[in-house]
């Protein structure tokens, strides 16, 4: 197995919460030593704060902001939101911990506020639930806004399997958190079937004759990448000319596009997918554009050739109708017309491509994810499943590229797929997601 830490960086999990919930104790048992000094005096210096945890099999970071609390004076929840401003900018999940049995103060509340707007997934911990009793007290916490809380009792051991499971749930896999070390380059792949223009068009980006186009085109070239950079950065270009070859060599003409394809954008970040505008959409382009959704990329459609294109309105118009009615997973997909043989509106395509990136990496912050779906639930309410309602409460955005949202309920995994659509368009407009895939996990609860 390959050491995570070599692919990219662990996973950071902050625990945060007011002194003396339980903070160091969650973080012991899930440690599991005793590393972080507990004491019944807030506030006591701890001298070890970050340490390792293996949960279900996944290796994280875990940060327990308690020893922190001492450098902030002032308020109480000065003193919680300074310790915590620390770890939670480099938080992949913020675990928000509340003392069940003293039940939820000001401090609470007020960090709770803060937190909701930290646009990062947090999971609610409501310690100190030991026996039923407990877990009833807990539900209180539900009142913050940060969905149900999960009832748990550090010192006694209970909840902890669930603790680990949910962490390990709401983390983002291991492929994101390589791509966001460090400032890499922007990775695009450029895919579409035989003569499209693809490498008339990757060597108008490079702005010179670097690949020669026609088909001995490529034959001999090891490369699989080309770099060029734009006014936001790098861009990486990865090189699908090569693959193509390669695959022709293993396989019949007729597969070569779309085996060739899936090899390059499961590389990219953002797949540019070029057509013949002259030809228009047919069948093998669609099969490539769910393949781009499957794979959950971020997606472009370039529309080449339009120097050829006479009647350009009416062009423009079948081709859009014909995605927007066979792609409705990329609804609102960015189309960009140009000419590569010309250059004609070709500047018009990186920025289109910087922008489905972004909107391929966007968080969405809980409480206003909650506050829509709320009103979307209440709007069109979940049909009957076996006669009975599903209780749907709430939701998080799990991770992005692409935009991952979890949706916890009673019976939840077992909403219709019309509903599950439902939700996924009204989180592509009202977030503004327009052509990313969108993915909707369904989480019954315990
Ligand atoms: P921190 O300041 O948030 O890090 O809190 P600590 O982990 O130091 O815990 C504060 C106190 O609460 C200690 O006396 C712990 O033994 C106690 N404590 C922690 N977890 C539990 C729990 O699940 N149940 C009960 N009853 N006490 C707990
Ligand atoms: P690839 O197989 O997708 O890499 O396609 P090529 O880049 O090799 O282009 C296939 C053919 O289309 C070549 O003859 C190109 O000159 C032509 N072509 C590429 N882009 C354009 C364009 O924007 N306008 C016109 N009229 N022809 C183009």
Same mark, same amino acid.
């Given at each position: ?148 809380? !999960? ?9 902890? @399997?669930?603790? +680990?499971? %949910?962490? =390990?749930? *709401?983390?983002? &896999? ?78 019949? !003409? ?9 090899? @390059?954008?499961? +590389?990219? %970040?953002? =797949?540019? *997918?070029?057509? &013949? ?170």
């Amino acid at each position: 197995m390959v050491d995570s830490a070599v692919m990219g960086r662990l996973p950071v999990v902050v625990i945060a919460g007011r002194p003396n919930v339980g903070k160091s104790t969650i973080f012991n048992r899930l440690v599991g030593r005793r590393q972080a000094i507990v004491s019944d005096q807030p506030g006591v210096t701890r001298d070890r704060k970050d340490g390792m945890a293996l949960l279900r099999g996944r290796r994280v970071r875990l940060v327990d902001t308690a020893g922190l609390e001492e450098a902030a004076p002032e308020t109480l929840f000065g003193r919680m939101r300074a310790s915590s401003e620390q770890g939670i900018a480099q938080a992949d999940l913020v675990v928000f911990c509340v003392d069940a049995r003293s039940g939820i103060t000001p401090a609470d509340a007020h960090f709770a506020n803060w937190l909701r707007r930290q646009n990062r997934p947090v999971l609610l911990v409501a310690n100190k639930a030991e026996g039923r009793a407990g877990a009833e007290a807990a539900m209180e916490a539900y009142s913050l806004g940060l969905g149900t809380p !999960l009832a748990m009792s550090a010192e006694h051991g209970e909840g902890l @399997a669930d603790l +680990m499971g %949910e962490i =390990v749930s *709401l983390l983002p &896999d291991e492929e994101t958190l390589a791509e966001q070390d460090g400032d890499k380059p922007l990775r695009i792949a450029i895919i579409g079937r035989p003569n499209a223009g693809k490498s008339t068009l990757l060597n108008s980006l490079l702005g010179e004759e670097r690949m020669i186009t026609g088909p001995e085109a490529g034959l001999t070239r090891d490369a699989v990448s080309v770099m060029l950079e734009d006014d936001a950065g790098p861009i990486e270009i990865v090189d699908t000319a090569g693959m193509r070859k390669r695959a022709r060599v293993q396989e019949g !003409l007729e597969r070569v596009s779309v085996s060739a394809s899936i090899e @390059a954008m499961k +590389m990219a %970040e953002v =797949v540019v *997918l070029v057509l &013949d505008s002259d030809r228009g959409v047919d069948e093998q382009d669609l099969q490539i554009a769910r393949l781009i959704e499957r794979e959950g990329r971020a997606c472009v459609l370039a529309l080449n050739k339009w120097d050829a294109v006479k009647e350009r309105q009416a062009t423009r118009k079948a081709i859009s109708d014909r995605i927007e009615i066979s792609l409705a997973q990329m609804r609102g997909i960015e189309v960009v017309t140009f000419s590569a043989l010309t250059g004609e509106g070709l500047h018009r395509l990186l920025p289109a491509v910087r922008r489905a990136s972004e909107v391929w990496n966007a968080r969405v912050g809980t409480s206003d994810l909650n506050r829509w779906f709320e009103e979307a639930v209440e709007r069109h309410q979940p049909p009957l499943v076996d006669g009975r309602r599903l209780k749907l409460r709430y939701m998080t955005q799990a991770k992005s590229r692409p935009p991952t949202f979890v949706l916890f309920g009673t019976r939840a995994e077992q909403l219709p797929d019309s509903y599950k659509r439902y939700l996924i368009n009204g989180l592509r407009e009202t977030f503004h997601l327009p052509g990313t895939p969108i993915r909707l996990l369904l989480r019954g609860s315990r």
